[in-house]
């Protein structure tokens, strides 16, 4: 298959399909993959497969090297819609996290204040004091929740350690609406057995708990580049917005991409 794994600290920039020109952050190492997440849908791989040698960035160098980079879209161009926080897995794994988005906010009112910042986040460390301070400051909060069933969470998302989807709900709540639920709805099949999560007996759970989060936006999406499960589908554009106008008769604005 056809990975992606991204430079370190800083790539792009890029089109997201989400966020438009963006100017990507990452705070793995670039050499492979480090995720508290093991998804099947994931660009970047299956984890046992891209184990990284190098080092994390350290908070310096990742400062250092942003702004080497806005000083000279400042200069030449493009103009970054977004600073994003992604790359090649989980960014709040990071342990000097908090630290960096500081220094970024500060760097993006400095050079680009237009600009937004984003963080793609798997919510796994969103329980941790530094973590949700840091996320509560960001322009775009984008947090992932896939689905409340833990049977599903555990075949597609696989997390690596432990993983209380309760407790990341709750800590969802917490924000008081500051943020992004994301999710990735998609069909097909990963060991012969079907990871399809756009049917009611997913979706109906999940919109509850969205509700009850109280998100500022849903972002809904499918699987667009090649994927390390061979036997994964797209959702299609009727079931993507169908699901998409049950979050918005909840009174919530959602986002669909396909």
């Not at 994931?42 to 942003?66: M, S, Y």
């Amino acid at each position: 298959m056809s990975t992606v794994i991204y430079p370190s600290p800083i790539f792009g920039p890029v089109h997201s399909r989400r966020l438009g020109v963006s100017l990507g952050i990452n705070l793995l190492p670039a050499d492979g993959k480090f995720c508290t997440f093991d998804c099947i849908y994931c660009e970047c791989g299956f984890n046992a497969d891209f184990r990284p040698h190098q080092k994390l960035p350290t908070r310096e160098e990742v400062r250092h090297a942003l702004e080497a980079r806005l000083l000279d879209m400042q200069q030449n161009g493009p103009k970054p819609d977004v600073l994003t926080f992604a790359g090649n897995g989980e960014p709040t794994a990071h342990p000097h996290f908090a630290g960096i988005m500081d220094d970024t906010l500060a760097l993006r009112d400095k050079y680009f204040p237009q600009a937004k910042v984003s963080v793609l986040s798997n919510s796994t460390f969103i329980h941790k004091p530094d973590v949700f301070e840091a996320l509560n400051k960001v322009d775009n909060n984008i947090l992932k929740l896939d689905t409340i069933d833990t049977t599903y969470i555990n075949k597609v998302d696989r997390p690596t350690g432990h993983y209380d989807v309760k407790q990341v709900i709750a800590c969802m709540k917490a924000f008081k609406g500051n943020l992004i639920v994301q999710t990735l709805f998609m069909k097909g099949t990963f060991e012969g057995k079907s990871v399809d999560n756009t049917t009611d007996e997913y979706v109906l759970p999940w919109l509850e708990v969205v509700k009850e989060i109280a998100p500022r936006q849903v972002m809904i999406y499918t699987i667009d580049r090649e994927t390390p499960a061979p036997d994964l589908e797209k959702a299609t554009h009727e079931e993507l917005d169908r699901i998409g106008e049950l979050v918005r008769q909840a009174g919530i604005p959602c986002s669909v991409s396909y």
